[in-house]
């Protein structure tokens, strides 16, 4: 594969610094679509829809024949339902408040589209991680709003800033907490032929 042969179609700075730090080039193709969950859709088939549409998104503004990347991550809580990033401080507190002192399940879809080949040729997969927070106080929630960190991050926390305060225990995939499950990432890459 040549130098520049992938393009992310995500605007996230984590899975920009995930790539970097795994020596993989790419170039940057971010795309917005509707990510409101379908009716009776499940939370695994809502992140590899998402992800799949992301990458055929891209696709489709780009028109090259270069393998599309793209990730949608979310958080399922105690009762089954799915945190995607909070649209303001009262959303982001009650995340947080069904989030504190249980475990959750941090959910990536990832999806590669390879249009060296066909537009609808795409690789998919889910990656599961159970997260556990300690128990948060009001003052606990309220500093952790003042930092700016949970406005563009599902379940309104971010497990490698300042959010790791929040966190207690994570059973599966760090990177996945972050966005991109890199070890699965990487070994898809190596199957399907990016270096």
């Given at each position: 594969?040549g130098?520049?042969?992938?393009?992310?179609?995500?605007?996230?700075?984590?899975?920009r610094?995930?790539?970097?730090?795994?020596?993989?080039?790419?170039?940057?193709?971010?795309?917005?679509?509707?990510?409101?969950?379908?009716?009776?859709?499940?939370?695994?088939?809502?992140?590899?829809?998402?992800?799949?549409?992301?990458?055929?998104?891209?696709?489709?503004?780009?028109q090259?024949?270069?393998?599309y990347?793209?990730?949608?991550?979310?958080?399922?809580?105690?009762?089954?339902?799915?945190?995607?990033?909070?649209?303001?401080?009262?959303?982001?507190?009650r995340m947080?408040?069904?989030?504190?002192?249980?475990?959750?399940t941090?959910?990536?879809?990832?999806?590669?589209?390879d249009?060296?080949?066909?537009?609808?040729?795409?690789?998919?997969?889910?990656?599961?991680?159970?997260?556990?927070?300690?128990?948060?106080s009001?003052?606990?929630?309220?500093?952790?709003?003042?930092?700016?960190?949970?406005?563009?991050?599902?379940g309104?926390?971010?497990?490698?800033?300042?959010?790791?305060?929040?966190?207690?225990?994570?059973?599966?995939?760090?990177?996945n907490?972050?966005?991109?499950?890199?070890?699965?990432?990487?070994?898809?890459?190596?199957?399907?032929?990016?270096?």
């Amino acid at each position: 594969m040549g130098r520049t042969e992938l393009i992310l179609a995500s605007g996230s700075p984590r899975r920009r610094e995930l790539l970097t730090l795994a020596g993989i080039s790419f170039e940057l193709g971010p795309v917005e679509i509707d990510e409101t969950p379908q009716t009776k859709e499940s939370p695994l088939q809502l992140v590899k829809r998402l992800s799949q549409q992301k990458a055929l998104a891209s696709f489709q503004h780009h028109q090259r024949q270069f393998f599309y990347l793209s990730a949608d991550t979310i958080v399922v809580s105690p009762q089954g339902k799915v945190f995607g990033k909070p649209k303001g401080e009262k959303e982001a507190t009650r995340m947080l408040k069904a989030l504190s002192g249980t475990w959750h399940t941090v959910i990536s879809g990832v999806a590669v589209l390879d249009a060296r080949k066909s537009a609808s040729k795409h690789h998919v997969f889910c990656v599961k991680t159970r997260v556990r927070f300690r128990p948060l106080s009001r003052s606990d929630i309220q500093g952790y709003l003042a930092t700016g960190e949970p406005w563009d991050k599902a379940g309104a926390y971010a497990a490698q800033g300042a959010g790791m305060t929040l966190v207690q225990e994570i059973r599966g995939s760090f990177t996945n907490v972050v966005g991109l499950p890199m070890a699965e990432t990487l070994a898809l890459f190596k199957k399907i032929g990016i270096r």
